[in-house]
């Protein structure tokens, strides 16, 4: 029987690996131009988003601003120092999710509204305060994600109390204008109907609160201790008492510092003088003058006016800007690190696209 040739090729089993076949080259691993395109496109798109605080993080210390009259669009995305007041009595508070305590969003004061803080609201992140020098990233207010909610809570009419100088209201009624400003530099318009409230003081009198002890330790002996200093006039009884407490209302035509010293010389030392004091509240309508004595309605006999607070909403300004003390360049060390990584991935893809295009 003849021997089969050795040249043969050997035949595989069914159950075995065909030894050409293994010798085969594995295809190439192609990228699809579209899948390319797209990765390119969102590594770009991040990385426009992040330019901003890539360039933010590269800047160094703080500029010092001398006014927020000075500040402009080239201190947009700046680092800067400035001294200002903020009105906390606006404060509000941002809460970006519901796992966060947020931050506050004040006004400052004497600014019209031109420029917002953001502060923080934790120990880990506030600093002791020593000054109102404040620090931080400038935005501008209409580009941040609340800037809407903002316009509507203003809109809404909430207001705080603002103190307004005497001379000020004092002008305003003289004139008969409803634009005034308040002792900060603020300036708004009232209305015939908005809110006011003023603190008067007596005139001519004032209280004095007298405690027990010894040798005085009723009313009886106070009264006589009292008239034995000159200060109170005979048959004149107490305001209001406690058991251990009497208080007295007497004349002062020189004020409650020449009663406090008659009452140190008479060595009546548990007894205190103050100023007399009223708080009314009424409509911007219902102030008047008499003389350079500012009255609200009908006035209290012997009484001044020392104090006028107005109801007033904070204003945001067109093109207001707001400095966030929560950010400064270190906070944005890992930029640098996305930034590149974004860029060997556009340009990974950039490379694969290229061959691709050369092959067809």
């Not at 409230?197 to 002890?213: C, F, K, M, N, P």
Request: some cysteine; charged content about 20%.
């Amino acid at each position: 029987m003849a021997n089969k040739s050795s040249d043969a090729p050997n035949e595989a089993t069914p159950d075995e690996l065909d030894p050409e076949l293994v010798k085969l080259p594995r295809p190439k691993t192609r990228i699809r131009p579209i899948m390319a395109m797209a990765i390119i496109g969102i590594c770009l798109t991040i990385g426009v988003r992040l330019s901003g605080d890539l360039r933010f993080s590269r800047l160094g210390n703080p500029v010092l601003v001398d006014s927020v009259s000075s500040l402009n669009s080239d201190h947009e995305n700046q680092f800067i120092k400035i001294e200002v007041r903020p009105d906390r009595t606006q404060a509000l508070r941002v809460v970006p999710k519901r796992s966060s305590t947020g931050q506050l969003l004040v006004p400052t004061l004497g600014t019209g509204g031109k420029l917002w803080l953001l502060l923080p609201t934790t120990a880990w992140n506030a600093t002791a305060a020593t000054s109102e020098v404040y620090q931080g990233r400038v935005s501008l207010l209409e580009d941040m994600n609340f800037h809407d909610a903002l316009k509507g809570h203003v809109a809404e009419g909430t207001v705080a109390m603002r103190p307004i100088a005497l001379a000020e209201v004092r002008n305003a009624l003289g004139s008969n204008t409803l634009e005034v400003a308040d002792v900060s530099g603020d300036r708004f318009v009232l209305q015939a109907t908005t809110k006011i409230q003023i603190a008067e003081t007596a005139s001519d009198r004032v209280r004095i609160l007298a405690v027990a002890t010894d040798p005085y330790r009723d009313e009886a002996s106070w009264s006589l201790a009292l008239r034995s200093a000159g200060i109170l006039p005979a048959e004149t009884a107490p305001v209001s008492s406690t058991p251990t407490s009497w208080t007295f209302d007497v004349p002062a035509p020189l004020g409650a510092d020449d009663i406090t010293a008659k009452l140190r010389a008479a060595k009546l030392h548990a007894a205190q003088a103050s100023e007399i004091r009223s708080t009314r509240v009424g409509s911007w309508s219902e102030l008047g003058l008499d003389g350079d004595d500012i009255i609200l309605g009908n006035a209290k006999p012997g009484f001044r006016t020392q104090t006028v607070l107005v109801s007033a909403p904070p204003r945001v300004a067109s093109g207001a800007f707001l400095l966030d003390t929560t950010e400064k360049p270190g906070t944005y060390w890992y930029v640098i690190i996305i930034v590149l990584a974004l860029a060997a991935f556009a340009l990974l893809f950039a490379s694969a696209l290229w061959q691709t295009i050369r092959r067809r």
